[in-house]
């Protein structure tokens, strides 16, 4: 059988060897053709995959498997209904960044280039490993090109939030490195499938779900461990911050479905309350800073936390609705994040600023880029007919069944979500121009910035009215993977979260 | 067909507004008040049927979303309840669209302008017409982003834009309520679809659910947290607070979903849940309690206002309460009624009021207007059938559908219905005096503008006088005409059918002749009364006011709700933000976190560093130390 996901990790790599070869010249096109082509290849291979794939199956399809290290690590990948949709999601992103860095990267772009290629590989991996050794290895390797990304191509404060970045990030991992290896001396593999048939005894899952919490925790990120991600964002070039937000942010919440709840359910279980009073947090607390921001991008960092808040929570309600709902969060908050960070990034472009108040009425001089950026304001307030509406309505509604207390604050959330991204929007596109922009700066968004912006603004509305296709993906798998979690009887669930 | 209603106006708005520019506005405008008429048309053709050949039908477009036992489609259901919405939303919307093209002659961004209108009417009646929930939540959202389009459509305007957040987020603050009821349904009864729930729900009578440590019996708690939803969508006391300032948006806006449609979806919501309402007690009793008080409180405040769209603003949401109220009494069909006469009179008269502005050239300080109506005598006409219809004139149509929610409030037995009655008839009283006072300020007595020459004033051009034409023509037959269909005692049971649910069928009693003259002799008496008031002893009223200076302050303020809401929320709110902010993660979090560990490895290495100073004899005298105590600790052991 030909091995399609190792053809879909590997061929990013192949191409940052190309890039490698290639002399950087002034303009620097080939460069970025050689890119776009590898990255453009790898979508529609996965695409393929998508088409290949089939959703009334819930075991993992397309796997494979070869002897790593004798008896001890496999290299064994595979895809299901869950993964599948984060590796498309992925292989779409790429390109997008990749067209984006036209006018943002003025210097190294070769190395540039490469940085996120490997990370295009990296990220892949980490949603098709079924080994849980290979998974760290892809998921702790995605840090280092993001550590380069920031640290190289990053703003003034580039270094400290670099170093913050990283330092959160290792902290957690290294807990997580810690519980593999115990895993490995309790169960004798560390092969995820095979895990899931033997089960972990519950005297030690209480500790080894903790150490996989505290670097989920951290990647996803949760209250407080999140203090890392409005600074990576605001020091991050545009391609990364969009990297960061619409896809490493989800490789953790993926972590939790696939290993916190798949390995350990009744350690799920019994930290529920811990996860609810979190995610609430990040809901309420990081919406209200979020309100309070100047700076675009942070604004938008903010309300990330408070997205993938609403990621937790629902995954962690172990119903239907809820893990359904919180994919489908993540892969419309995949695309609505990355879309509002590249919005700020046209803008940013043109003025080299990034606040609130240096801008005012572009609707005046930028009406095509008025639309896109309503349509993404709308889609990240949750509004019915964007993707960002079904997820977060199927988180609450999963919620409800387990916590309506829960689900009752986690929805004033949206409300406050409304109200800092209405005022952000008011405050930088309505109003009348102000007199320090530059007019002749600020053209309206150009050919290829269009091409990225409403291909997002179109999907964003498509999987707002028909989300079907994505729903179905996953329904069998989510359907199984619950049936299968052991979880003792529901009433014992709702009795302690009381 | 009804496809074709539906989506007509969503065709429209797509091409006017991608391809607006380039087809030019009078294509636009033509083509968007084309497609919606030619849905009224067919909404009234199917109001037809519905009427006479019990025309029934639920048409499944497709799926939506399906996770789990959660299935939701997109639907059109027709029965008399949309029926009646079809042709109340698609009527006025196509009126008002034609009005636009007069009154929006002038803004260069008219194709825009249409297509958010017709976008608006799409949602309208994708809300009206859903066979659920969500579908219903969708189009309750979907016009709720309409308004917030159409009011900040001037986005240079900072108080038009501010008028737009606000509607939009106390309209979240309903939609948050509303959003918990679906979810309380699903949990209950796992699927949303009206006709499945409204089977379900008798099932659930004696349930008990414990909300935030109270006991509150199911079926309450689920007509509470809808009607939550239907204050925000219809402005009803507490979250009232939005509409006065949505009129910062053009005024067709203002007639089409500020008086006619989208606020009614509120009412329409609680008349389309009558069978959860009507097992739920303390559910109708709220939305009395509410529907009166906003009744009265609106009315009050429409008193003192000058603005000539904050009065009318302010009556509407008056008239929502008394549709409330006839809701909450369990005279769903009164309550459709009045919505259906009150769509019309209340169009015409925000649409009259926009003639006027148009005239006035902007001015919408009715201090400074007067004396026109010579100038303007088609508008004055029907501004005058406007007024009438609303203060319940004789035979005009809010005679029939205000005086009957009065009169079935009166025949509900309970001391709160006879509560509701009297404030109904207080605020009949009112809702006479600030008209009345509207109209002769705004056309009578002495010219008062000091801008505007008098001779300046023109009436305005046809294209939107026709409209107020074919408007006063429902204000003043519509109550007559369809008084038999809607409210008559075995009619409207023949027309509503299962429609609306009644427990107990309505009383067939008639109140005693003096209450039934009671409304009515006031409203006449109130004419000549407001005419000497505000016309002839001006200082009659001056003396009011100096006597209740504080009351009319406290009325000027609007009961004080936007400071009071503005110091409790919005500023709390940002600070604890900044609070969050600057002291937690930045100077908690950061400091001893990543900070903190930076700093000590920092230290640490400082240290270190003095170790590794490169003399020779510092490094042998530690190895020697070193060498001496590993040899001490041997020994000793």
Known sequence: MFPILSSLIILPLIGSLFLIFIRSSEKNTSLKYVALFITFANFFLSLYLWKIFDPSISTFQFVENRIWIEGFINYKVGIDGISILFVILTTFITPLCIISVNSTITYRLKEFLIAILIMETLMIGVFCSLDLVIFYLFFEGGLIPMFLIIGIWGGNRRVYSAFKFFLFTLVGSVLMLVAIIAIYWISGTTDVEKLYELGIQEEYQKLLWLAFFSSFAVKTPMWPVHTWLPDAHVEAPTAGSVLLAAILLKMAGYGFIRFSVGLFPLASIYFVPLVYSLSLIAIIYTSLVALMQEDMKKLIAYSSVAHMGFVTLGIFTFTQQGIEGSIFQMISHGLISAALFLSVGVVYDRLKTRQIKDFSGLVNIMPKYAIVMMIFTLGALGLPGTSGFIGEFLVLMGTFKKSIITAAIASI????GAAYMLWLYKRVVFGSLLKTIDVKKMVDINKYETAILSSLAILIIVFGFYPEPLIKTYATSIDNFINTLNIPTELSLTEKIK | ME???????????????FFGNKLGNRFSEILTSLFVSISAIFSIY?????????????IIISSWISSGTLEVNWSIKIDPLSSVMLVVVTFISSLVHIYSIGYMHHDPHKSRFMSYLSLFTFSMLILVTSDNFLQLFFGWEGVGVCSYFLIGFWFKKQSANNAAIKAFLVNRVGDFGLALGIFLIFYYFGTINYIEVFNLIPTLVSEKINFLGFNLVAIDLICILLFIGAMGKSAQIFLHTWLPDAMEGPTPVSALIHAATMVTAGVFLVVRCSPIYELSPLGLEIVTLIGMSTAFFAATVALVQNDIKKIIAYSTCSQLGYMFFAAGVGAYNVAMFHL???????????????????????????????????????????????TLALTGFPFLSGFYSKDAIIEFAYLEKGSLSNYAAAIGVITAIFTSIYSWRLIFLTFHGSFNNNKLNIKDLHESP??????????????LFSGMFFKEIFIGTESSQLFWKDSIMFLEPLSKDHPPLWFLLLTPSFVIISIPFSYYLFLK???????????????????????YFDELYDFIFVKSFKNLGNFFWRKIDNLIIDRFGP???????????????????????????????????????????
């Open chain 1, 413 to 416: 959330g949206v409300i406050l």
């Open chain 2, 3 to 17: 496809i074709l209603i539906v989506f007509l106006p969503l065709l429209a708005a797509i091409i006017s507004g």
């Open chain 2, 537 to 559: 002893k001006k200082l009659i009223i001056e003396q009011i006011v100096k006597i209740n200076y504080p009351l009319y302050v406290f009325l000027k303020k609007k009961w």
């Open chain 2, 46 to 58: 199917i109001f037809y049927n519905v009427m006479i050949n019990d025309y029934n039908s639920n």
């Open chain 2, 462 to 475: 046809l294209i939107m006088l026709i409209p107020l034409f074919l408007l006063s023509v429902g204000a």
């Open chain 2, 340 to 386: 259906f006469t009150h769509a019309f009179f209340k169009a015409l008269l925000f649409l009259g009021a926009g003639s006027v502005i148009h005239s006035f050239q902007n001015e919408q300080d009715i201090t400074n207007m007067g004396g026109v109506w010579r100038k303007l005598p088609f508008t004055y006409l029907m501004m005058i059938i406007g």
């Open chain 2, 595 to 637: 900070d903190g560990i930076s700093n000590i490895i920092k230290k640490f290495s400082l240290y270190a560093v003095k170790f590794q100073s490169g003399f020779i004899y510092q490094y042998a005298f530690i190895m020697l130390l070193g060498f001496s105590i590993l040899l001490t600790f041997l020994i000793i052991k």
